[in-house]
């Protein structure tokens, strides 16, 4: 399968990046790693008339430390984040979840920033990102601003990114010490996952201090459990406490029903996997 | 037409090319290096797995202008000086193929895992190939293959 024809721009600025996008609005599309947009415009779903690649950018590259934040560079590709001491020893929620994103070969090329903006509701970086609480900095015409993750995800496939910005940076808030896991129920090894639950724990002396939890697809965005993570700070690290705070994992969400499974089984999915998860995240 | 120079196989190569063409459309098509094949065409499969500035990548999943200015090693670039990569050597040996039609997306994922790790267990070389579907299902082989390389040096 082949795509529709476009013109391709690569610019090596994020300036020169905006100015096209300025000029060509909403015929132009962004070209991040690509292992998304790809199968897209293969499968002919999209046709831009204009395709802005920001693989020649350095400067949307690279992780640092940056004081109570570590910030991920936009283009930074998952195979880096994936093995980054950084992100390992103040953000383990994302290294874990970017372990189990789709294979290698993916990884070496999809980017941080571009499955966020993507915002696949089954993207297995969303539900971290917003457990973790991180900052999207979004940069358009008129300079830079940040958005919270609470308010970034809008709805499927659609982020509060507006159509003259790009997605820079994201910083995330460092979590040093606290435990954390990925749980992603799949029916098949490389592929988007049926629910996925992101759980992140801070236990003091065998008692559960504070808990973030996110879901992946339990609805057309990714979700925080915030009835079981209130329900678990102050419990024991045990498998009964946990069970029982896990029970309330799927309060408040719509998941979609399809040929992986109905609404009814992923909410009985997302009470197994918090449970899995919060204990493995605390050690227990 | 984009004009791009790139690397193949040890080759420098330059070559007026639609905005649309896909890498493994490139070295099939304009190159002729048809030992990457075309698989699934889902970037599911693996089968047309390369290497880009020396890591896998899926070349259906990538255009042949982002390859500008870069690397590709492709499974027709393994073989030095007449003589077999290893891992070509080792899948020979252990039967690691049947039909033979994912067998340049094995090699070529399966020398990235060495080169990462170079004595990985049947475990991670199972996680490690992940992205690459056998439909004949010779898995077995096929990891044996991979533990054979590494028992032979194989990550060079």
């Not at chain 1, 910083?171 to 992140?200: D, L, M, N, S």
Request: charged share 20%; aromatic share 4%.
């Amino acid at each position: 399968m082949i795509p529709a024809q476009f013109d391709y721009l690569a610019p090596t600025t994020v300036e020169e990046a905006l100015a096209a996008l300025g000029q060509h609005g909403d015929d132009a599309k962004i070209l991040a790693g690509g292992q998304s947009l790809l199968p897209v415009l293969r499968m002919r779903l999209n046709a831009p008339e204009v395709v802005i690649d920001l693989g020649r950018i350095e400067s949307l590259r690279g992780i640092r430390d940056d004081g109570d934040a570590i910030v991920i560079g936009a283009m930074t590709q998952h195979s880096v984040v994936e093995h980054d001491p950084l992100v390992a020893e103040h953000a383990a929620l994302i290294s874990k979840a970017v372990e189990h994103l789709a294979d290698h070969q993916i990884r070496h090329r999809g980017t941080f920033g571009g499955a966020l903006a993507h915002a696949d509701p089954a993207g297995d970086l969303g539900a971290p990102a917003l457990a973790l609480g991180a900052q999207f900095v979004i940069q358009g015409p008129g300079g830079s601003r940040t958005v919270a993750a609470d308010d970034f995800f809008v709805d499927l496939f659609e982020t509060a990114i507006g159509e003259d910005e790009i997605l820079t940076e994201v910083r995330v808030p460092k979590h040093t010490g606290w435990g954390a896991c990925y749980e992603k129920f799949v029916r098949v090894a490389h592929q988007w996952p049926i629910v996925a639950v992101a759980a992140t724990v801070r236990v003091e002396g065998g008692t559960i201090a504070e808990a973030k939890i996110g879901l992946t697809n339990m609805g057309s965005t990714p979700l925080r459990a915030r009835a079981v993570e209130s329900a678990l700070v102050g419990q024991p690290a045990t498998e009964d406490a946990v069970r029982a705070a896990a029970a309330q994992a799927a309060d408040g969400t719509n998941p979609p029903s399809d040929l992986n499974g109905e609404a009814a089984y992923r909410k009985h999915l997302a009470t197994v996997l918090v449970r899995r998860a919060v204990l493995n995240a605390s050690g227990a | 037409m984009t004009r791009i120079n790139l690397t193949v196989d040890g080759s420098n190569v330059s070559d007026d090319v639609e905005p649309r063409m896909l890498l493994v459309q490139y070295l099939r098509e304009k190159l002729g290096k048809t030992g990457t094949v075309i698989g699934c065409d889902t970037s599911n499969c693996g089968a047309c797995t390369v290497h880009l500035d020396g890591v896998s990548v899926k070349s259906c999943n990538v255009l042949a202008v982002q390859a500008d200015g870069h690397e590709v090693t492709t499974i027709e670039g393994l073989a030095q000086d007449g003589e077999l990569h290893q891992m070509q050597k080792s899948f020979r040996e252990c039967h690691g193929l049947q039909c033979g039609f994912c067998t340049p997306g094995m090699i070529m994922q399966s020398v990235d895992l060495l080169k990462n790790n170079p004595h990985p267990s049947e475990e991670e070389i199972r996680v490690g190939l992940e992205g690459n579907l056998c439909r004949c299902t010779g898995y077995h082989n096929i990891v044996k293959s991979v533990q054979h390389a590494a028992a032979q040096g194989g990550a060079q």
